[in-house]
């Protein structure tokens, strides 16, 4: 952040209120935030601390000069987003301006797996759901699409979580 921001318009990001952090994200790789307005405050760059874990800071260091490119722009036009000028800001900073990270290429396996005891359809978590659900599509197949406790979702860490073929819930 220092050595770009000075290499690239001779100021460090520090200089312009940037600060950086780990964050615990498991769906988005980095983040570059600010509050706009008419002065942009609380301008942060985090990094997933999960992602960096599982993928290590070759993939990392490139969501990084990504999101100093965010900066970069946001200090220049006071927003951001993947047009000409962040892309501009992409290329100075050594990130690949063709890479997102919006598809399904890099993700994270989820914590939690939710397995219907009747039709075995599992749906997959990151975060523990915080009220129990049950199997959409049972409910509208034998209860008129209301909720039904006989189709609540059993919640298992993936780890644990049977496969289908074990035929733990058979009917
Ligand atoms: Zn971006
Ligand atoms: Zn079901």
Do not use: N
């Not at 460090?12 to 615990?24: E, I, N, P, S, V």
């Not at 409910?139 to 006989?150: E, F, L």
Request: glycine share 6%.
């Amino acid at each position: 952040m220092a050595d770009l921001g000075l290499r690239l318009r001779g100021q460090t990001l520090q200089a312009t209120g940037w600060r950086f952090k780990f964050d615990r994200a498991r769906t988005r790789l980095g983040c570059c935030s600010y509050s706009p307005g008419r002065r942009i405050t609380s301008k942060v760059i985090s990094i997933s601390k999960p992602f960096t874990e599982a993928y290590g800071w070759s993939l990392m260091e490139d969501v990084m000069r990504h999101e100093i490119a965010h900066a970069l722009d946001v200090d220049e036009r006071m927003t951001t987003d993947h047009s000409e000028t962040w892309r501009r800001w992409a290329v100075r900073c050594g990130a690949d301006p063709a890479r997102l990270y919006e598809d399904e290429s890099v993700r994270l396996p989820a914590r939690f797996v939710a397995v219907c005891p009747v039709c075995h359809d599992r749906a997959e978590f990151h975060r523990r759901p915080r009220r129990p659900a049950a199997c959409a599509a049972c409910c509208r197949r034998h209860s008129g699409g209301r909720y039904d406790k006989r189709f609540r979702l059993v919640l298992f860490e993936s780890e644990a979580a049977p496969g289908k073929q074990l035929g733990l819930f058979a009917p």
